[in-house]
């Protein structure tokens, strides 16, 4: 099986705010094109209604960035100088869209980096997309905590 690496190509800035939002798990309604090459797709029934994969891809990861905030937002609370930080999280996405091999390649605080891949590894994926086929791929995230 062929392995492909992939990286995010934005950068996620968080700015913690206590906003809330509850998420309902829900499958995306597969799109109507034909797909032989796409990234990975985080799943959450937070962008069901975006008509392309692109749009959904966009939103997933803006949605993404805001469950994140809330996983950093109580360690930055505790621990303000962690602000201006840069986490980088890498993590395997499996054809069924199961993440494993969490790893912190560069770190900022212990107890937040433990939180940040357990929080990884519960995140499920609608799996890239290579030749027309699902492939399991290696993904790099970074994560930039502001003040």
């Given at each position: 099986m062929?392995k492909i690496?992939?990286?995010?190509?934005?950068?996620v800035?968080?700015?913690c705010s206590?906003?809330?939002?509850?998420?309902?798990v829900?499958?995306l309604?597969?799109?109507k094109e034909?797909?032989?090459e796409?990234?990975p797709?985080?799943?959450?029934d937070?962008?069901?209604?975006h008509?392309?994969?692109?749009e959904?891809?966009?939103?997933?990861?803006?949605?993404?960035?805001?469950?994140l905030r809330?996983v950093?937002?109580?360690?930055k609370?505790?621990?303000?100088?962690?602000?201006n930080?840069?986490?980088v999280?890498?993590?395997e996405i499996?054809?069924?869209?199961?993440?494993?091999?969490?790893?912190?390649?560069?770190g900022?605080?212990?107890?937040?980096?433990?939180?940040?891949?357990?929080?990884?590894l519960?995140?499920?994926?609608?799996?890239?997309?290579h030749?027309g086929?699902?492939a399991k791929?290696?993904?790099r995230?970074?994560?930039?905590i502001?003040?």
């Amino acid at each position: 099986m062929k392995k492909i690496i992939t990286c995010l190509s934005f950068a996620v800035l968080f700015s913690c705010s206590n906003d809330k939002q509850k998420a309902h798990v829900k499958e995306l309604k597969p799109n109507k094109e034909e797909i032989t090459e796409s990234p990975p797709i985080y799943r959450t029934d937070q962008c069901a209604n975006h008509t392309t994969n692109e749009e959904r891809r966009k939103c997933a990861d803006e949605e993404l960035v805001k469950e994140l905030r809330e996983v950093i937002a109580p360690f930055k609370e505790q621990n303000p100088t962690i602000g201006n930080s840069k986490l980088v999280v890498e993590f395997e996405i499996e054809i069924s869209g199961k993440t494993k091999n969490v790893s912190i390649k560069r770190g900022v605080e212990t107890s937040l980096d433990k939180a940040v891949s357990q929080y990884i590894l519960k995140t499920r994926w609608y799996p890239a997309i290579h030749g027309g086929q699902k492939a399991k791929i290696t993904r790099r995230l970074p994560i930039y905590i502001d003040e």
